[in-house]
């Protein structure tokens, strides 16, 4: 007789006829309807219901939760501030080689100027500079100094349309002249298909000297005579066109046109490129103008590359970072060494007494876990002050080592803002995070265990290492997990006391968030860490085995 | 060292005055005096916190006697380590190692005596074999069944090879007809085996089925050292009487005792004739025992010198095998009989005044 034997399913006497394939009409419910269709209908019920309790939690969790890192995800290659600031700029880049040896043609620096004028006048261009310092150090203050010049280019022009005749100088004419038919101030200016049709340039300068002025002042664009830029854009289009086309221009402004096209021949001109280098001459500068082409697309892995000591160069090819830049390969390896060294004593520290404790009484053992606790009652920062305080030149632990001797006046430790003050102070803050899920662990395992394997002949170092230690696995996995992914995004305590060789990623992140506000880079660095983190998770479910891990 | 007829050491495991108090205020185990023979199958019975545990963990190692020696084979073992003390354990929750395979579970003992690899095996084998689990050497504890694991732990407890092996409610969470076969199959591998067991319960019928001698505990004291039989029909105090079996209990005082009869007063007045046994001199309370299948009221079958006594019927049930009617005795109105469903059986009426009857043997006047 074998249990085997005694548990297998006694075979029910019409088993084999339900199992048989027989087609059978299908269930109707008492009302008629198939009864798998009334099932679902009734589950569908419940269903909606339970979801309805729960929807205000998924909205909160998503709102709270999966929108900031979604998010962040969206930011870390987001790029639009390039093509939204120069967006006729970028389109008039789109033909040119970046890596050749040539400046862009003019059309390229003629929009240039349109661009900025607008750009200058909304206030965008040193955000715009700023961004694109990031990738090519130096050109923010090309930016910077062209706020001052750029409306003056193509002053020379206006000065002679004016001359003319006076009505270029009219802001109502303008208007008339190069708006759609029906267009109004309140509206955003749009150009007439004709205007866009002969006078590409002009429209596309005088639509964003337009739109500069309803969105920066809510004024009317028709009430403000336009800047320069419009004028060498006009000088441009009249200089292309031909006579014919001049002539069929129908609606307002026809004339002028036509004697401004007679005219415009007989310009006094200048180089649209000595222009631009008169307000400033690094844009003549290679470098400048293909670090705009290499990051007018509105997606980039610019921000990816730099948070990994690689960029993209100017002609838009991945080289290394420049070598006083290069400090996020070497961040992320202190970040991931030093969490798990963190790790590791925790461990060693938080075993131990974990074991303790789930070995005591159930007085005691409450007594001490509030102990365990008692940290988190006292604020972060004046835990981390405190091991300033011990650790410090002058500190506790210094001055007691003077005195009994062990090291000498002029040789007190640094034990401060340094990798080893970082590990001791977030070794001390970790440790409950340890030491609560191997405690719950241990709860768990029955004294019983342990005497069995004493009473089968084990000395207590066996019975402890083959038979208890293997149960408490699930809380060190627990623990680790915890430790490790809290230290990896920690920022406070290797602040206060990791110094220059103690900081960890999240401290550049930080830095980068709220001091360079560069939060492209800051959302890719958090990105990689989020990464890192999914990866390690992943790689300890491969090895471990995440059924491994138990809270208790 | 004492040896019995077929040379065996009667004394193999020795209580001697043995006593312990966990808190130092109360005694959990009072003045322990108790010999075990080698090869017995001794059970520990008694009510829960009766001290039963208690006593097979000083035994095991893993409590030490506050007073008192405990001997091994002769040898005091107060201060040998657990795990030198060479004696097999099943655990009430079995304790099956919940990481290791069952081959691992068994080879475990092995490993720690640095037995070979291949002797390993085949104690291994020979012991699964014995307990018919030979096809689950590679199942986790977690995957077999509550009377498998039982078998597991038995295994594992005497794949070593020991002596003596303890046992602490090791059926307790079975069910009753798997509980049963176990108690079959514990005893005749102890018995194939020829170990020491020391068996701890807290069920009667488990107790008086398996054992040889049962040590009935209370208080922690044992109350009744005895064969199950003896242990049933000549309970030395009331205790063991309640405790073991069902028993019908009278009061009453003590008027005379005649070497070995007592007559006895019970509370309303009626006079019988009882066996004395924890009972002294008249004028004592006493407890009168009566176990409900020595009462008779079939009036052919009443022995001439039986004593008989008026009842009322006050239920009758119908239990196949047997008929057990609660009457109402002597002002006791929960004495009970118990009568085989024979052809020539009468069945009662509620409400019915019948006369029943026993033999004064079968009374015992105990403590009260
Ligand atoms: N570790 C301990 N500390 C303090 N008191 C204990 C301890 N273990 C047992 N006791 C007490 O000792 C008494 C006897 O306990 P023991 O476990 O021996 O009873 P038991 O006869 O095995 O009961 P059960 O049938 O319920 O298992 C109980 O009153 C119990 O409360
Ligand atoms: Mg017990």
């Known amino acids: 007789m074998t249990d085997a034997a005694a548990d297998a399913p006694i075979p029910k006497p019409d088993a084999g006829d339900r199992a048989r394939p027989e087609r059978q009409e299908p269930l109707v419910a008492a009302d008629g309807r198939p009864l798998k269709k009334s099932l679902q209908r009734s589950l569908r019920r419940q269903k909606l219901r339970a979801f309805g309790l729960v929807a205000p939690l998924l909205l909160f969790v998503l709102v709270t939760f999966i929108a900031p890192i979604a998010d962040m995800l969206f930011r870390s290659v987001e790029n639009q501030i390039v093509s939204e600031t120069l967006p006729n700029t970028t389109a008039a880049l789109v033909g040119w080689d970046a890596s050749g040896e040539d400046l862009p043609d003019d059309a390229a620096f003629a929009a240039l100027s349109y661009d900025l004028a607008a750009a200058v006048e909304q206030r965008a261009h040193t955000r715009l500079g700023s961004r694109l310092n990031y990738e090519t150090t130096g050109i923010s203050s090309a930016f910077r100094r062209s706020g001052r010049g750029i409306d003056d280019v193509g002053e020379i022009y206006l000065d002679q349309f004016v001359a003319l005749d006076p009505v270029w100088e009219d802001s109502g004419f303008w208007a008339r002249m190069i708006g759609a038919e029906g267009w109004a101030h309140p509206a955003p200016f749009a150009p007439s298909a004709q205007a866009q049709g002969l006078l590409p340039e002009t429209a596309a300068a005088y639509t964003a000297f337009a739109r500069a002025m309803q969105i920066r002042n809510d004024d009317d664009p028709a009430a403000e005579e336009p800047w320069a830029p419009v004028y060498l854009a006009l000088q441009r289009d009249l200089s292309a066109a031909d006579a014919g086309d001049v002539s069929a221009w129908t609606g307002p402004g026809a004339e002028q046109l036509e004697a401004a096209h007679a005219a415009v021949g007989g310009f006094e001109s200048v180089p649209v490129r000595d222009l631009i280098a008169d307000v400033d001459d690094a844009w003549l500068e290679h470098d400048v103008w293909a670090t705009i082409k290499t990051f007018s697309p509105p997606y980039t892995p610019g921000y990816f590359l730099t948070s990994v000591d690689l960029k993209l160069s100017p002609e838009g090819a991945i080289v290394a970072q420049d070598d006083y830049q290069r400090i996020h390969v070497l961040l992320f390896q202190r970040t991931l060494f030093m969490s798990l060294v963190i790790m590791g004593c925790t461990i060693l520290l938080g075993y131990p007494i974990a074991y303790l404790i789930s070995n005591m009484p159930m007085r005691t053992a409450n007594l001490l876990l509030i102990l365990v606790l008692l940290p988190f009652w006292t604020s972060l920062l004046v835990r981390t002050s405190a091991w300033k305080v011990l650790l410090q030149q002058q500190g506790v632990i210094n001055d007691t080592l003077v005195w009994i001797g062990l090291v000498a006046d002029d040789a007190r430790l640094t034990m401060i803002n340094n990798q080893f003050g970082t590990i001791v102070a977030m070794t001390h803050i970790l440790l409950p995070f340890m030491i609560l899920p191997l405690y719950s662990v241990m709860k768990t395992i029955p004294p019983s265990y342990v005497r069995a394997a004493k009473s089968l002949g084990a000395t207590n170092w066996t019975a402890f290492w083959r038979v208890y230690f293997p149960q408490s696995v699930p809380g060190i996995g627990a623990g680790c997990i915890l430790v490790f992914i809290l230290s990896i995004g920690y920022y406070i305590t290797p602040e206060l006391v990791g110094g220059t060789t103690g900081t960890f990623i999240s401290n550049r992140i930080a830095f980068h968030i709220s001091s360079s506000l560069n939060w492209g880079l800051a959302a890719a660095l958090g990105t990689i860490l989020l990464v890192v983190v999914l990866v390690l998770y992943w790689l300890y479910d491969r090895i471990v085995g995440i059924d491994n891990v138990s809270l208790g | ?368």
């Open chain 2, 1 to 368: 060292m004492a040896l019995d007829a077929g040379n065996r050491k009667t004394d193999f495991v020795v209580f001697d005055r043995v006593q312990k108090s966990y808190d130092g205020e109360t005694l959990v185990v009072k003045d322990l005096n108790l010999d075990i023979a080698q090869g017995e199958f001794l059970t520990m019975l008694g009510p829960s916190g009766s001290g039963k545990t208690t006593c097979l963990m000083m035994l095991a190692g893993f409590e030490t006697a506050t007073h008192g020696d405990i001997r091994l084979d002769g040898k005091p073992i107060n201060n040998i380590p657990p795990h030198k003390r060479g004696i097999g354990m099943v655990f009430q929750n079995y304790a099956l190692f919940p990481h290791m395979t069952v081959q691992e579970n068994l080879a475990f003992p092995l490993e720690v005596r640095k037995i070979g690899k291949d002797e390993r095996e085949a104690k291994v084998r020979r012991a699964l074999e014995m307990v018919q689990m030979q096809d689950f050497g590679v199942r986790r504890p977690a995957q077999l069944s509550g009377g498998q694991q039982q078998r597991i732990a038995l295994a594992r407890a005497l794949v070593f090879e020991p002596e003596l092996v303890l046992m602490d409610e090791p059926l307790g969470a079975l069910d009753k007809q798997l509980r049963e076969r176990m108690q079959f199959e514990i005893t005749r591998l102890a018995h194939q085996i020829g170990i020491t067991v020391v068996y701890v319960t807290h069920d009667q019928t488990e107790a008086l089925t398996m054992s040889d001698r049962v040590a009935v505990f209370n208080d922690g004291k044992i109350q009744q050292l005895a064969e199950p039989d003896v242990l049933y029909e000549k309970p030395e105090n009331s205790f063991v009487a309640q405790f073991i079996g069902e028993n019908n209990t009278l009061t009453g005082t003590v008027q005379e005792i005649n070497g070995t009869v007592a007559t006895v007063r019970l509370d309303d007045g009626e006079i019988i004739d009882c066996t004395p046994v924890n009972v002294s001199r008249p004028g004592e309370r006493t407890q009168v025992s009566i176990r409900p299948e020595r009462v008779e009221y079939n009036r052919d079958r009443l022995s001439p010198d039986a004593h008989t006594i008026h009842a009322e019927v006050l239920e009758f049930i119908y239990m196949g095998d047997i008929f057990r009617t609660r009457l109402r005795v002597a002002g006791n109105e929960d004495f009970v009989i118990k009568t085989r469903n024979a052809p020539d059986q009468r069945r009662l009426q509620r409400g019915e005044t019948i006369e029943i009857g026993w033999l004064p043997e079968d009374c015992r006047a105990l403590d009260a």
